[in-house]
């Protein structure tokens, strides 16, 4: 029975090709659309999951309040490790001090390769489970130790053993080199750990480090801690006995209410942030939006399906009509249906997954992936199989019982009708289509447009031709003068500068300010970046008030810049409040002599934080250069590499352009832009598809009806404005309903910017045209098509 079903439906297909395709064609594109969510959001959530011991590892966070502001932040004081481990080592099995991740230059003869990589506490190994090939977990034991990753190994030392070989690192420290790991994942938060150093090398090399655990510090926030609690603790348990620990010991940072508790790995990917109420939020937001537009390009395809499907029904009454005449039960029709809507999805997923394997790289591009297609997973392929049969049940349920449910009498008499209503579940199906498909094209919109209206705000300084080197050598320190004179003689460098921080990164805050008028009770947080005098002309400040920290006046050595949010942060009005008057600095008094627009420092779509510049050549991380822009780019870069050759020749010239290191800032968002973007053409391409299909089944439905009306008179205008009527009369509804939804999603996703872009009445009405343009450039063809049939041919078998 089943062979005569496929059969049959086999036969069905041939001779029905326009309408096979556009069924296979459609449910293949929605499909393969479906699939590559689906392996998106499995990566999403198997994030982190290649450590085993993911589900008991959290990272060590603080909550608080600031002058009514609540925040939560991951950075901890240095002594906190010792102290967990101290009084309360049954609650945990593991507690890890981490540097920040950061960028060294690791050597080894004249190989020289700046990498990422980090100071852990010599437990960090059995944490993270690493994947040992050379050596053992124990690796980090000894202060002079490293272990390195399976591919920094071979740029390193290639096909020779590196164990027991020494590495020197920064041009200052001779490493040993105790394990080698497998490279981490693309998918965890230490994919860029290439390297792992010892915290207590990092203690012992690093002055302020060893002065914050000796002195013990409770308020130098400027550390990671990881722990991985015990098997028979519980995280909320766990929090709930740590959480006034730093009160406890720092009673003056009661003003700040600290509270501290932990954050599993579970939820760093995918809730790694909380909104203004304290509710978790993060990527997750996302994984729904792809799995709820997934869902619905699947959907828009079955509908197609089962549109051209009952569209057809009448084609195929007499063949119902006689199988049930001759015997066939309603279930044994149902089941010819069904078998013909699982062979049709059968064919579809087989063309799906050709279009996966092709599409994947470029998908892995643009959603910052490296995802494989999962070949040897039994997992997959049971999913698959489900996946066509849930599919293929959606799609052909609703021809299948509609069809079976005819009269044999009436359709054999002739006397069949259909029906006045029969075309309404169709109409239906066709405006949820477009419904989804302009709701979708109306959010990419405003995704696009808020990435826009922050990419246009203004930054404050001038970021083109500008260039950072980090200063991770001891060769860099003590030379400013001397570095800074043979840049600018060589003619590559126009400004040349130091700071603690590049222009596109603020990752210091500090409070401990005092100045006139500050009320009493005022708690104040100012991000503080350190500078040499030539940071401004450098990266091209645009004063609002005062002038520049000028070596002419002794004064300076200890001058301070404040961007306008700090002006307004500290209650003055304008610059004259506050330009000569001394801000002091825990009792050190810097003078104020100028106030600069705000600089786009954070998150373009944040309001810039109050921010203070304060000269000082002891804090610098950075080497700020702007190339002459006289010059072609790679011939200052040329220039400049050379200085630093002379200066510097036991490292390469690593650095990067600022503009580049700005438009980072819009990754997620143009990440999601992107994704967004390409799956509305898509559910548009899969709506238009099934339209074509339904219009080109209505006119040659009424290919009588238009010969007779062409005999009468009417035009092939009157015709096709006929034919396509009903049609734009539909996708217009579904730009009606679409506009509450779109407007309800995006107001609410558009809240969690501060500087955001507004939803525009044009933003509708271009949506809506375009819609109403693809509908009738859809219609038209068939529609004019069938208008400009020769009367007597569509008439003469009457």
Not at 157 to 178: H, S
Not at 410 to 427: D, E, H, I, M, S
Not at 470 to 482: D, F, V
Request: with cysteine; charged share 20%.
């Amino acid at each position: 029975m089943l062979t005569n079903y496929l059969k049959i439906a086999f036969r069905n297909l041939l001779k029905n090709t326009g309408y096979s395709a556009i069924n296979i064609g459609g449910l293949a594109a929605g499909m393969a659309v479906t699939t590559l969510i689906g392996l998106w959001i499995l990566d999403e959530f198997s994030y982190d999951k290649y450590h085993k011991n993911y589900g008991r590892i959290a990272k060590l966070m603080q909550s608080g309040e600031f002058n009514g502001e609540k925040f939560k932040g991951e950075y901890m004081p240095a002594p906190i490790g010792n102290e967990l481990k101290t009084n309360f080592g049954a609650d945990f099995k593991y507690v890890v001090m981490s540097s920040w991740t950061g960028e060294h230059i690791l050597a080894y003869g004249d190989r020289k390769f700046t990498k990422k990589g980090n100071y852990l506490s010599e437990e960090a190994p059995d944490m993270l489970t690493l994947k040992m090939l050379r050596g053992t977990r124990a690796g980090l034991k000894d202060q002079s130790s490293i272990m390195l990753s399976e591919s920094v190994a071979k740029a390193l030392f290639g096909a020779e053993n590196p164990m027991d070989k020494i590495v020197r690192m920064d041009n200052r420290m001779d490493l040993k080199v105790t394990g080698v790991y497998e490279d981490l994942p693309y998918n965890t938060e230490f994919r860029d750990l290439t390297f792992i150093a010892p915290w207590n090398l990092y203690v012992a090399t690093q002055n302020w480090v060893k002065t914050a655990l000796d002195n013990v510090e409770w308020n130098n926030n400027s550390w990671q801690t990881l722990v991985q609690i015990s098997p028979n603790s519980d995280f909320g348990v766990v929090s709930d006995k740590i959480k006034n620990i730093k009160l406890e010991r720092a009673p003056e940072t009661a003003f700040f209410k600290p509270v501290m508790f932990l954050h599993p790995m579970e939820q760093w990917h995918l809730y790694s942030g909380w909104d203004k109420s304290g509710n978790l939020e993060g990527r997750i937001q996302y994984v729904w939006l792809f799995g709820i537009i997934g869902t619905f390009v699947l959907l828009l395809a079955s509908i197609n399906f089962m549109n051209l499907s009952t569209a057809r029904s009448e084609k195929r009454a007499r063949e119902v009509g006689i199988r049930k005449a001759i015997g066939s039960m309603r279930t044994q029709l149902i089941g010819q249906f069904l078998s013909e809507s699982l062979m049709v999805v059968a064919m579809a997923f087989a063309i799906s997954l050709l279009l996966v394997v092709l599409m994947l790289p470029v998908f892995n591009e643009v959603a910052d992936k490296k995802m494989s297609f999962p070949w040897a997973s039994p997992g997959f392929w049971l999913l698959s199989v489900g996946f066509c049969l849930i599919t293929g049940v959606i799609s052909g349920s609703y021809p299948a019982l509609y069809l079976s449910s005819f009269q044999p009498v009436k359709v054999l008499k002739g006397t069949f009708n259909v029906g006045r209503f029969a075309g309404v579940p169709r109409k239906v199906l066709v405006v949820l289509q477009f419904t989804v498909s302009v709701t979708l094209i109306i959010g990419t919109i405003i995704v696009y447009r808020q990435i826009e209206h922050a990419k246009n705000r203004p930054i404050g300084y001038d970021r083109n031709g500008l260039i950072t080197v980090n200063m991770n050598t001891p060769e860099l320190y003590g030379h400013y003068n001397a570095l800074r004179e043979e840049l600018l003689k060589s003619g590559g460098a126009l400004e040349m500068s130091t700071s603690s921080t590049p222009s596109t990164d603020l990752n210091s805050t500090n409070g401990g300010f005092d100045w006139e008028g500050k009320a009493p009770d005022f708690k104040e947080s100012f991000g503080t970046i350190g500078m040499s005098h030539d940071f401004g002309k450098t990266i091209g400040w645009q004063f609002v008030g005062g002038r520049d920290v000028s070596r002419q006046f002794t004064t300076d050595s200890l001058g301070m810049v404040l961007n306008e949010s700090a002006l307004r942060y500290m209650g003055k009005h304008k610059p004259e409040d506050i330009i000569g008057k001394t801000v002091k600095w825990h009792d050190v008094p810097y003078n104020v002599v100028g106030v600069v627009k705000d600089m786009i420092m954070d998150s373009p779509f944040n309001p810039v934080f109050p921010t203070v510049f304060m000269v000082n050549y002891g804090w610098a991380n950075v080497i700020n250069i702007k190339l002459n822009p006289a010059l072609p780019a790679r011939e200052s870069l040329d220039k400049v590499a050379a200085v630093f050759r002379r200066f510097n020749p036991g490292s390469p010239f690593d650095y990067k352009f600022s503009d580049e290191q700005y438009a980072r800032k819009f990754a997620t968002e143009e990440r999601i832009a992107r994704l967004a973007s390409a799956f509305a053409l898509l559910a548009i391409l899969i709506s238009c598809l099934g339209l074509f299909g339904l219009a080109s089944f209505t006119a040659e439905q009424r290919t009588k009806e238009i010969g007779i009306r062409k005999v009468l008179g009417a035009s092939v205008a009157n015709l096709w404005a006929l034919l396509s009527r009903d049609f734009v009369l539909l996708v217009m509804i579904s730009c009606v309903v679409s506009i509450p939804i779109a407007y309800h999603f995006l107001s609410g996703w558009l809240q969690k910017y501060e500087y955001r872009t507004e939803i525009s009445w044009w933003i509708y009405a271009s949506s809506i045209a375009g819609a109403l343009l693809t509908t009738l450039l859809t219609v038209s063809y068939q529609a004019i098509r069938a208008a400009l049939l020769d009367p007597v041919k569509s008439l003469k078998v009457e």
